[in-house]
């Protein structure tokens, strides 16, 4: 038996709704009808119906509720792709989207398959409550029972208390500590400053807006429930507005700089990334706006190791992830036109391009830095973060009509970091 060769993966394009914040427009919205918003905008941009259907649908949510359990597949039966459609459902955290997009394109480059759609969804507004657990164990404490009895005995323990629901929190397990409360260590430790951070928000919305002024958005953001446009962009934020605003993280510590104005906000939404062969491509007359051809993960000991030395914070191990991936590559920054770090908080992007230099890399043009807004202006809907990345580095290397690449760099929760390189010949 002879082994595939391997062949190149193109990235055709992208489509997602525009991000609202939690509690907004789209708060009854559940994963799945934002999710299904996004991959029908696909189908219609790159007639995916009929016999163009896709090879595989790649998707997962970060927040999800028990009904969600086969988001990816429920997806596909509500939507416009072919209902013979296979799916499954990935996740990891921030990375969700970055990962699916990686899922697809491995059996895209082992012939598996011949396309694929790749992405997410999250719903800060329709988050998952839990059971008190008490109250849960209770509950099967009186299914167990033998008798009518028996099942009333246990139901007479239920205490009010137990009726108070367990709602999710921004929290990691080990820790206990908020990712905002992670970062303002990681902020302390790298010395970075309060005005450094409001700087770069202030840019990212700047971008943002400018990208949606020149139509760069307008094949990328479907219509959403009356929203055009990411609704946590402010077109007109300036440094001096951001300065004014009080810190939220880091305070008990002293000398906090992280503020809700330098963070991103919770947040609604769904995105999606159209993959390929270039023979499947090309066969419907689709142009690919680049290829993926590298993608490395990490993850650092953000609970035993150098927390207190920033080395190891939650939100660093794109530090580790970007290095391997560019030495495995034989690149360095320099040979990158783009370089896409998602804005989880200002202070965690400052601190990774700070850990790229130390580590030997060389500093980043900030020329070349989020060039069309991120996270602090779009918002962060966790599992949409990557497939929203993926499509518009993608069409940034298209636009230029020159050969390029760009990099991507995510850190998520766990203390984990998926990074991928994207490359127009």
Same mark, same amino acid.
């Given at each position: 038996?002879?082994?595939?060769?391997?062949?190149?993966?193109?990235?055709?394009?992208?489509?997602?709704?525009?991000?609202?914040?939690?509690?907004?427009?789209?708060?009854?919205?559940?994963?799945?009808?934002?999710?299904t918003a996004a991959v029908d905008?696909?189908?219609?941009?790159?007639?995916?119906?009929?016999?163009?259907?896709?090879?595989?649908?790649?998707?997962?949510?970060?927040?999800?509720?028990?009904?969600?359990?086969?988001?990816?597949?429920?997806?596909?039966?509500?939507?416009?792709?072919?209902?013979?459609?296979?799916?499954?459902?990935?996740?990891?955290?921030?990375?969700?989207?970055?990962?699916?997009?990686?899922?697809?394109?491995?059996?895209?480059?082992?012939?598996?398959?011949?396309?694929?759609?790749?992405?997410?969804?999250?719903?800060?507004?329709?988050?998952?409550?839990?059971?008190?657990?008490?109250?849960?164990?209770?509950?099967?404490?009186?299914?167990?029972?033998?008798?009518?009895?028996?099942?009333?005995?246990?139901?007479?323990?239920?205490?009010?208390?137990?009726?108070?629901?367990?709602?999710?929190?921004?929290?990691?397990?080990?820790?206990?500590?908020?990712?905002?409360?992670?970062?303002?260590?990681?902020?302390?430790?790298?010395?970075?400053?309060?005005?450094?951070?409001?700087?770069?928000?202030?840019?990212?919305?700047?971008?943002?807006?400018?990208?949606?002024?020149? @139509?760069?958005?307008?094949?990328?953001?479907?219509?959403?429930?009356?929203?055009?446009?990411?609704?946590?962009?402010?077109?007109?934020?300036?440094?001096?507005?951001?300065?004014?605003?009080?810190?939220?993280?880091?305070?008990?510590?002293?000398?906090?700089?992280?503020?809700?104005?330098? =963070?991103?906000?919770?947040?609604?939404?769904?995105?999606?990334?159209?993959?390929?062969?270039?023979e499947w491509a090309a066969e419907?007359?689709?142009?690919?706006?680049?290829?993926?051809?590298?993608?490395?993960?990490?993850?650092?000991?953000?609970?035993?190791?150098?927390?207190? @030395?920033?080395?190891?914070?939650?939100?660093?191990?794109?530090?580790?992830?970007?290095?391997?991936?560019?030495?495995?590559?034989?690149?360095?920054?320099?040979?990158?036109?783009?370089?896409?770090?998602?804005?989880?908080?200002?202070?965690?992007?400052?601190?990774?391009?700070?850990?790229?230099?130390?580590?030997?890399?060389?500093?980043?043009?900030?020329?070349?830095?989020?060039?069309?807004? =991120?996270?602090?202006?779009?918002?962060?809907?966790?599992?949409?973060?990557?497939?929203?990345?993926?499509?518009?580095?993608?069409?940034?290397?298209?636009?230029?009509g020159r050969p390029g690449r760009?990099?991507?760099?995510?850190?998520?929760? @766990?203390?984990?970091?998926?990074?991928?390189?994207?490359?127009?010949?």
């Amino acid at each position: 038996m002879s082994l595939p060769s391997l062949r190149r993966v193109a990235v055709i394009g992208g489509t997602r709704i525009p991000f609202a914040r939690s509690d907004g427009p789209y708060a009854t919205a559940s994963n799945q009808d934002m999710l299904t918003a996004a991959v029908d905008g696909l189908v219609e941009r790159y007639g995916l119906e009929g016999g163009a259907s896709v090879g595989e649908f790649v998707a997962g949510a970060v927040l999800k509720h028990s009904r969600d359990f086969n988001l990816a597949r429920e997806v596909v039966l509500g939507s416009r792709i072919d209902s013979r459609t296979p799916a499954y459902d990935l996740q990891q955290a921030c990375g969700t989207g970055l990962q699916a997009v990686v899922a697809v394109a491995n059996k895209v480059m082992l012939g598996q398959i011949e396309s694929g759609v790749a992405g997410g969804s999250d719903t800060a507004s329709d988050a998952p409550l839990g059971v008190n657990d008490e109250l849960r164990k209770t509950l099967l404490a009186a299914r167990r029972a033998k008798s009518v009895g028996g099942r009333l005995r246990a139901l007479a323990r239920v205490r009010p208390g137990h009726l108070v629901p367990d709602v999710p929190r921004n929290a990691e397990p080990r820790t206990g500590l908020s990712m905002g409360e992670h970062a303002a260590v990681t902020a302390c430790e790298w010395g970075i400053t309060r005005a450094a951070q409001d700087e770069l928000a202030a840019l990212s919305h700047q971008r943002l807006a400018a990208a949606y002024e020149r @139509g760069f958005l307008d094949d990328l953001v479907v219509p959403f429930r009356g929203l055009e446009r990411d609704q946590n962009l402010r077109p007109g934020t300036s440094v001096g507005q951001l300065a004014r605003l009080k810190p939220v993280f880091g305070v008990a510590a002293g000398g906090a700089t992280m503020t809700a104005g330098n =963070s991103t906000p919770l947040t609604d939404g769904a995105a999606v990334a159209l993959l390929g062969s270039d023979e499947w491509a090309a066969e419907r007359g689709l142009e690919p706006l680049a290829h993926l051809v590298a993608c490395e993960s990490a993850a650092v000991d953000f609970v035993h190791g150098d927390v207190a @030395g920033g080395e190891d914070g939650l939100l660093m191990a794109p530090a580790y992830a970007v290095p391997r991936m560019l030495e495995r590559a034989g690149l360095g920054l320099g040979d990158f036109d783009f370089v896409e770090v998602h804005e989880a908080f200002a202070s965690q992007v400052l601190a990774t391009l700070a850990a790229w230099e130390k580590r030997g890399l060389g500093a980043v043009d900030r020329e070349r830095l989020n060039v069309a807004g =991120s996270s602090l202006a779009t918002g962060h809907p966790f599992a949409a973060t990557g497939a929203r990345i993926v499509a518009t580095l993608a069409k940034l290397l298209a636009e230029r009509g020159r050969p390029g690449r760009g990099l991507i760099s995510i850190c998520a929760a @766990g203390g984990q970091g998926v990074t991928a390189i994207l490359e127009r010949e």
